[in-house]
């Protein structure tokens, strides 16, 4: 075991245990637990975004695929950044005026009901499970990496210190973690592009013309096409990439984490401004990457080029280093990660344990508790999921979150918040619909399917990797065919206008409000 990446490791482990400590003590009540109480600030609260959102496929996956894929890899980086656009102008502020704690809240301001707290609550669930699994393996694979100890031991080191900031500090702890990581990543992974142009003079022109000779791909390396061979693979990622972020729960539950409306957009700007700032910084090490270590040695290490900054980090600093980055790769997982529990936890103990079991009567002290327990068990089944999945490539599993949250929670939230004529019945048809489209293409795509060892040894029957050109218009359809084709009947013009309203300025009339 290296001292170094040890110490490094510690450290981290060390300083957010004591952010947990001090959040503990805020956490006394769900509405601390669930929201922090409304109490972080707009910039506050998107450096927490921030961390949330830019996850182990990030910091990792978009460095290396630069690093490998040229152009491909630097939009890939892009369809993240831009999809903030979406959220900015259509969702944040809809969903902090009409929600408390879950998203299962904003949908059921207009169809209150046990159905609609199922069906979000399910929904919510199954994105995060999804994409907590592959930030737990790898962040199994980073640690058994750098400090030699068993894969399961790593799973089992993150996944208690998951459930542990969530159980006793909540969204205090959670946000706080993610805000650390925030600091830490964009100062460290700065202070490495510095050095990377540092090692050219900062000489742009001479960093470029040691990235062609560093690359087989050589000119082609700054021309599209090197990811996907089929432009229609690529427009279907990008589609999942930018409608995906406004569906994703762990990222829109943190809109209630702040006092107003004006923070909420002052929460967006500021996660959109570093998480651009981000992908500009990682676009810097993935052609420092080729230019410095090579393709050739970047594959021979690392064939999914996920060590890819790692790599640069010692061939920079050393040993030192690349502790420091690879502790900055651990603290990114950690705060992911934490976010997603305490998504699946609220809405698993709000939406379904204190709304449809104990019919929305219980006490104070039991519902903290029930969320509590929730956590720990999200985390489990989490970890079990992990453990088991050490030499299985579990990556598809970012990108299919990103389909399943477009093609499920986004048509329901855009069209119960915007569309007079949607009803109860739509929205239950939207949400299964898209789920069943995305996780159904998964299966029967190249991911799961393949003669080359695939899950299931057999010719894949639906060609694309990424299926969101064809599951995400199959949850809007099915969203508005359940609306037009149903037997409900829709609200009137007068309730519609008082729900929107309410959804667009805050404002809620006195027949609303009965």
């Known amino acids: ?26 956490s006394k009540t769900t509405n601390q637990f669930y929201v922090a109480a409304g109490s972080l600030t707009g910039i506050q609260n998107g450096m927490a975004i921030a ?34 656009l979406i959220v900015l102008f259509f969702i944040a502020e809809p969903v902090h005026r009409l ?31 999804l994409y907590m699994i592959p930030q737990l ?21 993150i996944g208690s210190l998951m459930t542990i900031y969530v159980v006793f500090g909540g969204m205090f702890a959670t946000s706080w973690v993610q805000i650390v990581k925030t600091v830490v990543l964009m100062s460290g992974t ?5 050095i990377v142009f540092s090692r050219f003079d900062w000489d742009t022109a001479e960093l470029m013309a040691q990235v062609k000779t560093g690359t087989p791909l050589g000119e082609q390396f700054f021309l599209p096409g090197n990811l996907y ?15 995906g972020t406004a569906g994703l729960p762990h990222i829109l539950i943190r809109f209630f984490t702040v006092r107003n409306t004006k923070e909420v957009r002052k929460s967006v700007l500021t996660a959109t401004w570093i998480i651009g700032s981000f992908y500009i910084i990682a676009l810097v090490l993935g052609l420092g990457s080729v230019a410095l270590i090579g393709y050739q040695q970047l594959v021979s290490l690392d064939p999914t080029g996920n060590l890819a900054a790692p790599l640069l980090a010692e061939e920079l600093g050393g040993d030192f280093l690349m502790a420091f980055i690879a502790a900055i790769a651990f603290t990114t997982i950690i705060a992911v990660v934490a976010g997603l529990v305490i998504s699946a936890t609220t809405a698993f103990s709000h939406d379904v344990y204190f709304h449809i079991i104990k019919k929305g009567h219980t006490a104070e002290k039991t519902q903290l508790r029930s969320a509590q327990w929730t956590a720990f068990v999200v985390g489990l089944i989490s970890t079990l999921f992990a453990l088991g999945l ?26 119960t918040i915007y569309w007079k004529r949607f009803n109860e019945t739509g929205a239950i048809t939207g949400m299964v619909s898209g789920l069943i489209a995305s996780l159904s293409l998964l299966i029967l795509g190249p991911h799961i399917m393949n003669p080359d060892g695939g899950w299931i040894p057999y010719e894949p029957i639906f060609p694309l990797s990424n299926p969101g050109i064809i599951a995400i218009p199959i949850g809007f359809l099915g969203a508005f065919l359940g609306s037009l084709l149903s037997h409900s ?12 309203m309410k959804s667009q300025t805050g404002i809620e009339t006195r027949e609303h409000r009965s």
């Open 1 to 26: 075991m290296n001292l170094t990446y040890f110490l490094f490791f510690l450290c981290i482990i060390v300083c957010t245990l004591i952010i947990t400590y001090w959040a503990a003590k805020q």
């Open 51 to 84: 961390g949330d959102y830019i996850s182990a496929a990030s910091f990792l996956g978009i460095i290396g695929t630069i690093a490998i894929s040229g152009y491909d890899g630097f939009l890939y980086g892009i369809g993240f950044l831009v999809s903030y």
């Open 99 to 129: 929600g408390k704690y879950s998203l299962g809240d904003v949908v059921c301001a207009r169809f209150p009901g046990n159905r609609m707290r199922w069906m979000m609550a399910i929904g919510a669930l199954i994105i995060s499970i």
């Open 137 to 157: 393996v790898a962040a199994g694979l980073l640690l058994r990496l750098l400090l030699d100890i068993d894969y399961s031991t790593s799973v089992l080191i």
């Open 190 to 194: 700065f202070l490495l592009s510095l």
């Open 229 to 243: 061979d089929d432009p229609l693979e690529s427009i279907s990622l990008h589609l999942a990439l930018i409608l």
């Open 390 to 415: 050490e030499n299985i490539n579990v990556t598809f599993l970012v990108s299919l979150t990103f389909i399943v949250a477009a093609a499920s929670n986004l048509p329901v939230l855009l069209f």
């Open 489 to 500: 009947s829709p609200q009137s013009t007068a309730e519609f206008r008082r729900f929107f």
